[in-house]
């Protein structure tokens, strides 16, 4: 079936730096991405999402980017932060659901 | 609004007890999900409702697992005859579909210890 997965399972940055995080779907009919952030012992938090029909958005410190030639996703967070530790999941929407993949640990060094 | 509630936080069981697990959505979310994660994973779809109706449920939901939400509100999710093997966190998420853009809300789950 579909699947969402993720390049890099763990990313250790220093602080300051900028992160980059990966994912690849393989469901070409998806039409709607979102990222999320999950901390140790809490539900996924929203980050940022972006439509089949964009090719970037950016927020606060974030920008999404979205390749769908090659189905591959891309979440860049600007002067990383120790409270932007945590597991990192992207996810695609079809027919009502969200398709998680695996994520990737961001670990943010002082 | 306090945000997608979750209760009990942490529930320990004997293998073949049952539980169940309460859910309250955002409530102007007209859309409830049900997830299942272990560790190191990421969350699992199991089932999801609009309104009151259950609109899709998983192959991973097995007839032990029973999901309702009779009044379009909250929702309950029952495991009967817990097996190891349904250790893991059951998150719930509300969400208001809004021109194609759906953002689920995640409350802070279930962890379910089943001995």
């Known amino acids: 079936g579909e699947s969402v997965g993720l390049h890099l399972p763990t990313l250790s940055v220093q602080e300051g730096d900028n992160s980059i995080i990966n994912c690849a779907y393989s469901?070409?009919?998806?039409?709607?991405f979102i990222w999320y952030k999950q901390e140790s012992g809490k539900g996924p938090q929203f980050i940022i999402d972006i439509r089949s029909n964009m090719d970037k958005r950016q927020g606060q410190r974030v920008t999404v980017l979205l390749n769908k030639t090659v189905k591959h996703l891309s979440l860049q967070i600007a002067a990383t932060q120790p409270g932007d530790s945590a597991v990192y999941f992207c996810?695609?929407?079809?027919?009502?659901?969200?398709?998680f993949g695996q994520g990737t640990i961001l670990t943010v060094h002082p | 609004d306090t945000g997608v509630s979750q209760d009990p936080r942490h529930k320990i069981t004997k293998r073949g007890q049952n539980v169940t697990f309460r859910c309250d959505p955002i409530s102007e979310h007209n859309r409830l999900y049900w997830y299942r994660q272990t560790l190191g994973q990421g969350p699992e779809f199991l089932t999801y409702?609009?309104?009151?109706?259950?609109?899709?449920k998983s192959r991973l939901l097995s007839d032990r697992f029973s999901a309702e939400r009779p009044k379009g509100s909250f929702s309950t999710l029952e495991i009967q005859r817990t097996e190891q093997g349904d250790s893991a966190m059951y998150l719930c998420?509300?969400?208001?579909?809004?021109?194609?853009?759906?953002?689920?809300?995640f409350g802070a789950g279930s962890r379910l210890t089943v001995l």
């Open positions: 998420a509300s969400s208001l579909v809004d021109n194609g853009a759906n953002v689920l809300t």
């Open positions: 469901n070409s009919a998806s039409d709607y």
């Open positions: 996810a695609e929407t079809s027919y009502g659901k969200l398709t």
């Open positions: 409702f609009q309104n009151e109706a259950q609109l899709e």
